[in-house]
């Protein structure tokens, strides 16, 4: 009689002892790590709900209601209408937009040149961009201070360098005709700086064989600035210049600053400054809402259709 036969089945296999701690701790870590990325984007999340959204929905509703003896009621259009129908919302338009022009001449082309000019040097180009971007560091009142003292009809600084020449003092923000172009130099002076460093860094990122291969070509250097820098620059010139009109089109601390808010005869009167007239100088809260939506309408409306336009020439 044959002994009975034991099968063989494979071994079970052994757990490390340490494998299911480390497995747990690598969990614990990644949810850790997890809580507190979600902690910080929720707070961040929060704060711009609380602090941009919640303005921007809070305006729209503003915008229809009135507020009267503590009551708010719904207005309807009644405060559009009222905004309309005033005739500082066109002079503070055409003030607005005149601001808007000049600031393009100056304060789009200036920093692209300077930045030209700053990618040439290959010696001491970081104690330059540190001057280019001093006006910025300093705080905006102070800087509108510097050149209301500069403005200045009897001892400011621009009537004495005229004085050398021979050229008669000018009264630059008492007159009508030279108020919004002080306060375009001294905005543009003011924020140039940021938009120089953007330009020099879409400079230094143009491939060197594209200029090697113009000047074989016998280009000069204003060609290869046509030729060359523009187009490789052309989707950071794009992006600036929206940036730019959206910027100037909310412009209001130099001329709150330099010329009290109206200027000479309501010259440098511009839309956030009626907006601000409304709200905290005639209590009209609904007007000053009504205004803002306008603004808010006009920018997002221009923003959309200049980005579908810059996608068309992409494409």
Known sequence: MSAPTVSKSSPAPVRAPHQLPVRRGSLARAVQRNLSAHGFLIGAVLCFSFFSWYPMVREFFLAFQKNKDGRTTWAGWSNLSYVFNDPAFWQAWRNTLLFTGLALVLGFAVPFLVAVLLNEFRHGQGYLRMLVYLPVMLPPVASV?????????????????????????????????????????????????????????????????????????????????????????????????LMQIIATMQVFTEPFLLTNGAGPEGSTTTVVYLIYQYAFNFNNYGGAAALGLVLLVLLAGFSAVYVRLSRTQED
């Open 145 to 241: 201070l510097l050149f209301k003292y500069f403005y200045d009809p009897g001892y400011g600084l621009f009537n004495r360098v005229l004085g050398i020449f021979g050229i008669p003092d000018q009264q630059w923000l008492q007159s009508t005709g030279t108020a919004m172009i002080s306060v375009v130099i001294a905005a543009t002076w003011m924020n140039m700086g940021g938009a120089t460093l953007i330009y020099l860094a879409a400079l230094q990122g143009i491939p060197g064989e594209l200029y090697e291969a113009a000047e074989l070509d016998g280009a000069g250097l204003w060609r290869k600035i046509w030729h060359v820098t523009i187009p490789q620059t052309r989707l950071i010139l794009s992006l600036m210049f």
